[in-house]
C-alpha cells in the first residue's frame, strides 16, 4: 500500500504597508484654524451681547476717532468720551510722528533738540521745537497735548489738586482745593503762590497752540453773610484772575472765548456741596468745533476766519526754527 505525501499548506499573508511618516505642517494649519475660529466666535458673542450704542462707540474706535456724530454742546461736559488716568493706567498710542534716531516707542511729541552748540548732535537754533502752532483735534493729538499738561501738573508738584478729562469739546483741565491745599483764600480772590505757578506753567505751553479756551470759576454752597458779595462775585473774580495770569504767561487774549463764574451751580461732587473740591478752576481747551459753537451761541465773530495770516505766520517761524534745531550730520557735505 502507497503512502500519499501529505499536502503542504500554504498560507499568503498580505503585507502591510507602512505609512508615511507625517510632519507637523497639519498641526499649524490646526492651530491656525482653531485661533480664526475662536476669534469668529468672539465677535459673533460680543455682537450678540452688545446694544447699538455700544456697537457704535466700537466702530468709533477702531476707526480711531471716539467723537460721537454731530454738533457738539460745549456745555455739556457730562459725558466724556475718554478719562485720562495719567497715573500710569493710559495705552497711547505712540509714534504718531516717527523721529530719525529715537527709539520706535517714543512719544512724538518729546522729540525735542538741544541747544546749537551744546553737543555735537544738536541743531544751530535757539528754540525747541517741542509743538508746531495748530489745532489739536484728533483723539491722538488731544492725548498728546493732555501728556504733556500732565508733565507740567507734575513738575509743580500739583498733581493731588488737578483732574484731566479728555471730552468731545476738548481737554478739561480741572484745578481745585484739597483738604491740604487751597488755590485762594477762603471768601477772597487772593490767589496762593503754587497755584499762581502752576497757571503760569500752564499758559508757556498752552500759548503755542491755537486752540480756543475756556475759563470757569467755581465755589462750594456755603454762603456769605452778606447779601451784596455771593458766591456769584466770587467765582467770577477768581475765573478773571485765571486769565489775567494765563494772559500774562503767554496765552493770546484772542484765545479765550469766555470766562464764567459759575458760583455753586455745578458742584463736582454733587452729593457734598461744600466739599474742598467744588471750589475749582475750570480749564476747557476748546476743539475747532467746539469753539465755533459757542461762538455761535454768544454770537461772537469766529476767530478762524480772521486769523488764518497770523496761524500761517506762525506755522512758517516755527518750521524755520524746527529746520535750525535739526541734528547735524557728523560728516558735512
Known sequence: MAIQPEPVIISRKKRKKKHAAHGGAWKVAFADFTLAMMALFMVLW??????????????????GDMFSSGPINPFDLSNSSSIID???GMSI???IVPSAGQGKNDIA???RHAL??????????NELNSILPGEFETQAQL???AREIDKIIANVDMSANVNLQIVPQGIRILVHDNVEQFMFTRGSATIQPYFEDLLLALSELLGQINNGLSISGHTDSLPFAGSTFTNWELSSQRALLARRILEAGGVDYKQVVQVTGMADQSPYVPDEPAAAAN???????????AEESLRMMTGLQSRHSKDNQDI???VDSAIKAAEQNMPRTRYPN
Open 46 to 63: 460680543i455682537m450678540q451681547v452688545a446694544d447699538q450704542r455700544e456697537r457704535t462707540l466700537i466702530v468709533q474706535y477702531l476707526k
Open 86 to 88: 495719567l497715573e500710569g
Open 93 to 95: 498710542e505712540t509714534s
Open 109 to 111: 511729541i518729546d522729540k
Open 116 to 125: 546749537g552748540e551744546q553737543s555735537s548732535p544738536s541743531g544751530k537754533g
Open 143 to 145: 492725548e498728546l497735548l
Open 279 to 289: 471750589r475749582r478752576i475750570e480749564l476747557l481747551v476748546l476743539t475747532q468745533e
Open 312 to 314: 500761517n505766520l506762525k
